[in-house]
């Protein structure tokens, strides 16, 4: 998994982007503001930001689920509009958002139903997929029957059926407790590297996104600005020891010091802008 | 929309055997057959000691006896009448769920027409519906079921129709915005998504509709119908003060009633034996 | 952002009123398409076809209906049939309401008794569920019979219409508060009847507006069906049955008995629902949108 600039296909390319929220004409907030980042093909970027810093408001934009005030977002070298209708990406929201009259194997074929794709390869689809999140023996049941933590596999699963250029999660993980937390770091990055896939990673949790990732981009409070972006070079495969190693803390430090500088954290800029977000009425 | 079970990954224990099982509900449900042949015995046990006159009120035993006695012979035949009534409730069951569903249909595809509807709807649900009881006898013809096909099936729009709008347009919008990053089209969503999630809502107005429907052939048979059906024989043998057929005939109609209900409760378990409410949890 | 809830409101009230417009536009529509013969002042209409309940005596024309009101409601009565149904229908709401009232308290209670009791609770629920399934409304004539053609009959009737899903939604608006909740007033050693007053009443409220708005409309109905097979001398009820034996010579006389008996079903309703609004307003709860 090489990164030679130049060489490596940009898979995402955000150009100036800002994002304003208007309520009847009139700007509400400034979500993100000056935006520009290019995601190469086979990264795992993690972005990383206070609350309302707008982390989830870029997620979006790049998954066209939103368009920018100003700016472009390109992915595969066409607008993001035009890569969700080619269907060139998967999501996983913090929610599993599994369909709970469907069976766990039914929940993975949905991508695959949509696109059209004849019956038998949606069955072999979906066999591969489950078994790529380790869930073989669970695809006759139903959501109601998993835990947490194995529902968000499922919608793992899900996202990949199609097999998308790029992944985009938006913080998965959240709702699970610490350890099933870490154990899924385990399980996304075993995925990433079986199916090479470009990962978009939304994050709260500072460990989390230096773990994962090959390059942090750390977010300012609102508006969204990039303060710092952290190139991760931390060796792969990453385990339980890399967590211990001195080179991780280095960097978990580096992405808080960022963090900070730019509000994230407390401190004047970070306590202002809270102020801010409640005054606006909660965050956007 | 997915609840996460307590256990972490592990499958639910095997239900117990059947014989098992039924000895549970038994024990279950035994305070409540207690109170049953409580109330019955109670009831014989005083018309008897006191000597009650039993005009209006007759002995259990009395009322078994009529029932007995009159199943297919002399004046009132109740078996016939409530295979009748019966024909004309479901037959009002059925014409008034299909212009429910038809309208919920149409409603839930146009959003403005929803807002314009539905209140209109819940308010005309307080109207006594059923006073119009005798204008459809004079329209359909007093001694033709369809008039009290009318009646059952006007009773029985309304909360199919209210219901179903609700279950097709009170969808999780995160599985909406699930689909529309897979850019399904609204076909799409309303086969994968509305349809399936409005079955719930659609189970729970045919509880009501089934009751609302005897209850619209039986008082819209008061107010004049052939002979031999339940409301009728209620009527007829209440003023030749034979308040034992009475009862009888009130029985059956309980009955039909109960055994309806339940047609519709072992449809729900059949259809969507994964929702919370069939499961037996405690839903909201 | 949402409506502000005032304005939200007068829209509906709006859409309620064009609807109304519409349904009247329709009937007059339908008589004018297929109905019988229209005749005024030196005019006639005859309409092109013929739609069988179009004609005046199935669907007799609106202002006939509204017409019929100012007129005596029996021949020779000094009495206009406005005046009648407004007593007619004050008379049923009367046994309606305290049947209603008497009927939810029995209901709060019960539920109560069950909440804190599994044993009475596992004893009767089941009746109380099998009693949903089975069509009340269809025996109010027999209550009628058994205890004599009065107002106490139609008061049980509209009480036991009542009780029943009043005590469902309050078992489970009783139980519905949040057991972090309940463990904090067992932290305080709150004795029960606090956490009722305290925790499980005020919770439970939301559910019971819920119920009270379906028993309102369904003690009217049973009220109603009561009287009328039942024979009781007053209320609307009777007024429909007679109306029904003499609809030949006055059709639009039923007609606008059945419109009375609308109008007090919304009426009994909204003051129903008025009440939820203030009741979970005053205490910060958002009344549900109908």
């Known amino acids: 998994m090489t990164d030679e600039p130049g060489t490596t296909a940009s898979v995402v390319r955000i150009s100036g982007v800002d994002k304003q929220f208007t309520a009847g004409g009139r700007v509400v907030t400034t979500a993100l503001s000056g935006i520009d980042l290019e995601i190469r093909r086979g990264e795992f970027v993690s972005l990383i930001g206070p609350s309302g810093c707008g982390k989830s408001t870029l997620l979006r934009l790049i998954g066209d689920l939103t368009t920018p005030s100003r700016g472009s977002v390109e992915v595969n070298g066409k607008p993001a509009h035009s890569a969700r209708l080619g269907r060139e990406y998967g999501m996983v929201f913090q929610a599993p958002v599994l369909f709970e009259w469907r069976t766990v194997e039914d929940n993975v074929k949905l991508p695959l139903e949509l696109l059209g794709v004849p019956r038998a390869e949606r069955e072999e689809r979906a066999r591969e997929m489950l078994h790529l999140v380790e869930l073989d023996d669970f695809s006759r049941h139903h959501p109601y029957q998993l835990s947490g933590g194995m529902q968000q596999r499922v919608a793992i699963a899900r996202a990949l059926a199609l097999q998308p250029a790029i992944l985009l999660m938006d913080e998965p993980f959240g709702a699970l407790d610490e350890m099933t937390r870490e154990r899924m770091n385990g399980e996304v990055l075993r995925i990433w590297q079986q199916t090479g896939t470009t990962i978009v990673f939304v994050t709260h949790s500072i460990p989390e996104a230096v773990f994962l990732s090959t390059r942090v981009v750390v977010m300012s409070a609102r508006p969204g600005r990039i303060t710092k972006v952290v190139d991760v070079q931390l060796p792969h495969p990453r385990n339980d020891d890399t967590r211990e190693d001195p080179r991780y803390f280095e960097v978990v430090t580096e992405v808080r010091e960022a963090l900070r500088a730019g509000g994230g954290l407390g401190g004047p800029a970070g306590l202002a802008s809270e102020e801010r977000l409640a005054a606006e009425g909660g965050i956007g | ?284 | 952002m949402p409506q502000s809830p005032e304005r939200g409101w007068l829209r509906r009230l709006l859409v309620f009123v064009a609807f109304v417009l519409l349904i009247l536009v329709v009937w007059e529509g339908l008589k004018f398409i297929g109905g019988d013969p229209w005749r005024g002042d030196g005019w006639e209409w005859h309409p092109p076809i013929r739609i069988w309940f179009a004609s005046d005596l199935l669907l007799p024309h609106v202002w006939d209906i509204f017409g019929a009101l100012a007129n005596p409601v029996q021949r020779g009565s000094d009495q206009s049939l406005a005046q009648f149904l407004v007593g007619a229908a004050f008379y049923t709401w009367r046994e309606a309401a305290i049947g209603f009232v008497l009927g939810a308290l029995i209901g709060i209670t019960l539920a109560a008794a069950f909440v804190h009791s599994k044993l009475l609770e596992r004893a009767f629920v089941p009746y109380v569920i099998a009693s949903q399934t089975i069509p009340i409304v269809a025996l109010a004539p027999m209550i009628v019979f058994a205890f004599g053609p009065s107002v106490v009959s139609v008061v049980i009737i509209a009480t036991y219409l009542t009780f029943f899903p009043v005590t469902i939604a309050m078992i489970r608006g009783l139980r519905s508060p949040d057991p972090r909740a309940l463990e904090l007033m067992r932290s305080y050693a709150a004795s029960r009847w606090s956490v009722f007053w305290k925790l499980r009443m005020p919770a439970s409220l939301p559910y019971l507006f819920t119920a009270l708005k379906i028993s309102a409309t369904a003690s009217i109905v049973g009220a109603i069906v009561g009287e009328g097979p039942g024979g009781i001398p007053d209320g609307l009820g009777r007024a429909i049955v007679n109306f029904n034996t003499q609809y030949i010579t006055g059709p639009e006389k039923l007609w606008a008995t059945i419109l009375a008996s609308a109008i007090l079903g919304i009426a009994f309703f909204g003051i129903v629902r008025v009440a939820e609004i203030v009741t979970l307003r005053s205490r910060g709860m958002r009344p549900e949108a109908a």
């Open chain 2, 1 to 284: 929309m997915t609840a996460a079970a307590p256990s972490v990954g592990v499958p639910l224990p095997p239900r117990p055997g059947r014989a098992a099982r039924l000895g549970q509900r038994f024990v279950y449900y035994l305070p409540a057959i207690a109170v049953f042949v409580g109330v019955i015995g109670l009831w014989e046990l005083a018309i008897r000691a006191f000597d009650v006159r039993a005009v209006i009120v007759p002995a259990p035993s009395a009322i078994g006896a009529a029932l007995v006695d009159n199943w297919d012979a002399g004046r009132w035949p109740l078996f016939a009448a409530a295979r009748t009534t019966l024909f004309e409730a479901v037959g009002g069951l059925v014409i008034g769920t299909t212009i429910g569903l038809v309208v919920a249909f149409a409603v839930a595809r146009w959003a403005n027409a929803r807002d314009a509807v539905l209140p209109v709807a819940v308010a005309a649900n307080a109207i006594p519906i059923i006073a119009i009881a005798p204008i459809f006898n004079a329209w359909f013809g007093t001694t033709n079921p369809l008039s009290k096909m009318m009646i059952a099936a006007l009773l029985v729009f309304f909360p199919v129709m209210i219901n179903v709008t609700r279950g097709l347009t009170q969808v999780d919008p995160a599985a909406l915005e699930l689909m529309r990053s897979y850019a399904a089209s609204e076909w799409a969503i309303l086969r994968k998504v509305r349809v399936p999630n409005a079955l719930p809502f659609f189970l729970t107005a045919l509880k009501v509709a089934t009751t609302l429907s005897l209850i619209g052939a039986i008082v819209g048979e008061y107010f004049g119908g052939a002979s031999g059906v339940i409301g009728r024989v209620v009527v007829q043998s209440a003023s030749a003060l034979r308040f034992d057929v009475t009862w009888a005939a009130i029985l059956l109609g309980a009955a039909s009633g109960i055994a309806f209900y339940l047609i519709v409760v072992a449809l729900e378990r059949w259809l969507i034996p994964w929702h919370a409410s069939v499961r037996g949890e405690e839903t909201g």
